[in-house]
Structure formats: C-alpha cells, structure tokens
C-alpha cells in the first residue's frame, strides 16, 4: 500500500534555531515529491517540487532533501521564524497517475520566541 | 491562496441537509480538485475535474457530488448520504493534470454538521 508517514508528529523550537522534518515513503516508483507549508485554518502552499532524480531543492530558508534508495525525505529549515510556525507535509505522487498525490499527515512545527 | 476563492470560510447545517461549498479560480486552470482534511490525516482526494463538463471520482467521492459547467468554477455538494460530514474542505486548481502540475489551493471551507 502507497504511504507516507512524517516524523515528528509535532515539534517545538526556539526562533533563530534550525530544524529537520522527516519524510518516509512506500510510494515506487514515483514521478516527484513535495513538501507543503500549511498554516492553520488556511490552504497549504507549496515550498519545493522534486523529481525522482533530484537530490536536493531550495526555497530560501528552506531546503529539501531526497534520497530514493532508501525513500527517505527531509525538510531542512534555518534559522527558523515565528512565521514558520504551521504545518509541513510531505506528498508523493506515484509514477503514471495523473491525479494522485499520496498526502502525509504532517509535522507540526511552533516556533516560540 | 493564490487566484481561488472558497466561500464560506465557516458552514454549519444540520444532519439530513445538502449542502453546497462554492470553489471559484481565475488562474486559467483546466484542473480542479476537492479535498477532505480531518485531523491527524492526510489530504483526501474526493472528486476531480481535468476540463470542463468532466470529472472523476477520487479516493472518498461516496456521499458528494461536484459539477463543472464553468472552468472557474467546481461546486461541491455535501448530500445527506455523507455519513460524516464534518470537516476542513479544500478546493486547488492546477494548470496539468495532477501529477504533473503544481496544486493550487484555496483557503478552505470549515463544515460541521449537527
């Protein structure tokens, strides 16, 4: 069965310090892997895109990391703010589904001043 | 949230009524898509629209209905058939089919039905 579970489910830091989430997946083969930012009560909003091949994407403070081998994703964040306080999830598209996106549950991140 | 509207951010009906979440886009995109959000879960893909006057059933389309006469707009109904309505919906659009393009999303429609 396609899965995509997040670690931690939730987590706590201090604003300034930088932090890892983490992405394990089942989904093979895949076409690309995201990573979205959701604050809450709001719609999520992309951060990065991967494709199968890319190892690693930027998106300012934010940079993504992909290891295919062992299905594993990370979202590193530096130099975390109190606006990066929301949730991040991890998705999955399988390869030759045109509609499908395998949707994790989420890392719940508060930054506390 | 982009160029797509959900309205109203908050709906409360009671149990046994339809109901009705309105999804408008002005970003030009052939695909659109519903969603269900229930906490500690994933996204749940409940219908989807690659062009208008077509669509597909998604993962959990039992209990709703959708219609695309517009390619603004997809309009999702929450019938009384839905045994557990209650939950944070999420209309997105993209310029390719899912898989493909980047999903759009807007800021969502809060339902509780007692």
């Known amino acids: 069965k396609n899965q995509v579970e997040q670690s931690p489910q939730s987590l706590i830091i201090l604003e300034g310090k930088n932090c890892t989430l983490q992405?394990?997946?089942?989904?093979?083969?895949?076409?690309?892997l995201r990573w979205y930012k959701q604050d809450t009560g709001r719609g999520p909003v992309s951060l990065t895109i991967?494709?199968?091949s890319e190892n690693t994407k930027s998106n300012g403070r934010y940079t993504a990391t992909l290891d295919a081998d062992t299905k594993q994703s990370s979202l590193h964040i530096t130099a975390s703010q109190l606006s990066d306080s929301a949730s991040y999830i991890c998705?999955?598209?399988?390869?030759?589904?045109?509609?499908?996106?395998?949707w994790g549950a989420g890392t719940k991140l508060i930054i506390k001043p | 949230d982009g160029g797509i509207t959900q309205s109203p951010k908050y709906l409360f009906r009671k149990e046994g009524q339809n109901v009705t979440l309105s999804c408008e886009q002005n970003l030009n995109h052939d695909a659109m898509y519903w969603y269900r959000q229930d906490p500690g879960q994933g996204l749940r893909l409940i219908y989807y629209?690659?062009?208008?006057?077509?669509?597909q059933k998604g993962d959990i389309a039992e209990g709703y209905s959708v219609s695309r006469e517009k390619k603004e707009s997809f309009p999702l109904t929450v019938t009384s058939a839905q045994k557990n309505p209650t939950a944070f919906y999420l209309c997105?659009?993209?310029?390719?089919?899912?898989?493909?393009?980047?999903?759009?999303f807007g800021p969502g429609t809060r339902l509780t039905v007692t």
């Open positions: 997105a659009s993209s310029s390719g089919t899912g898989g493909t393009g980047e999903q759009y």
């Open positions: 991967m494709t199968f």
């Open positions: 992405c394990n997946y089942t989904v093979s083969p895949f076409s690309n």
């Open positions: 629209s690659q062009i208008v006057n077509d669509f």
């Open positions: 998705v999955v598209n399988p390869r030759g589904s045109n509609y499908q996106l395998i």
